[in-house]
């Protein structure tokens, strides 16, 4: 199986709201709402078209993944970070490696673009692997009332969230 990855582009839209509807279509957790999600960050100022990237197996789209830039935020300072939201892979192809893919090269990507750190709401068994570990552990939080367990962060770069405890400050697109 050839998976590749590359960079969304405006004629992938139809095939992405597809896969990110189908693949949430089952998720007790989610309200399957996250295809417009994904309509909307692309319009914001949060949206990073260079972390918006899908998974092709030949000509067809299986995964996606999004990326997109949020603010921690202290009395002193606000930095700039980024959003896992949402990863995507289409049922019958799940569990075959394409989501750690999007994941690892998603963060490749954003080291080159100068970003050193992610945060991602998700499952506490899922992104550990790729080096996720529990906010709280760097002082920062979320703003949402969910278990502590699946609010994570990575380094991107060595250090890459010391002295930034603080809040996370979502763009305004995640609320509507
Ligand atoms: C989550 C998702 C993107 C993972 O993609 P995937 O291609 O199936 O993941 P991978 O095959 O790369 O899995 C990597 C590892 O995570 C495990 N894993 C996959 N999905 C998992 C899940 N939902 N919960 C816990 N572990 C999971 C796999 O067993 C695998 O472990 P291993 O390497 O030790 O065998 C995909 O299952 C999906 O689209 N789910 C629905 C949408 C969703 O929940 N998105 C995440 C929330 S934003």
Do not use: W
Not at 33 to 38: A, G, I, W, Y
């Amino acid at each position: 199986m050839k998976i590749q990855i590359r960079q969304e582009n405006p004629g992938d839209y139809e095939a992405v709201f597809e896969v990110v509807e189908k693949a949430f279509a089952a998720e007790e957790f989610s309200d399957q709402t996250e295809q417009f999600l994904v309509e909307r960050l692309r319009k914001s100022d949060a949206f990073v078209p260079e972390l918006s990237l899908v998974a092709e197996l030949g000509d067809k789209i299986v995964g996606h993944i999004l990326l997109t830039k949020l603010r921690l935020v202290n009395d002193q300072t606000k930095f700039e970070s980024l959003a896992l939201a949402p990863v995507s892979v289409l049922p019958e192809y799940q569990r075959k490696g394409i989501g750690g893919m999007l994941i690892e090269y998603s963060h490749q990507r954003a080291k080159e673009l100068g970003f050193k750190s992610v945060v991602v709401l998700g499952h506490e068994k899922y992104y550990p692997k790729f080096g996720y570990q529990q906010a709280d552990l760097f002082g920062i939080e979320l703003p949402f009332d969910v278990p502590k367990e699946n609010c994570m962060v990575i380094e991107l770069v060595e250090n890459g969230l010391t002295g930034l405890k603080g809040m996370v400050e979502y763009p305004k697109e995640f609320y509507e």
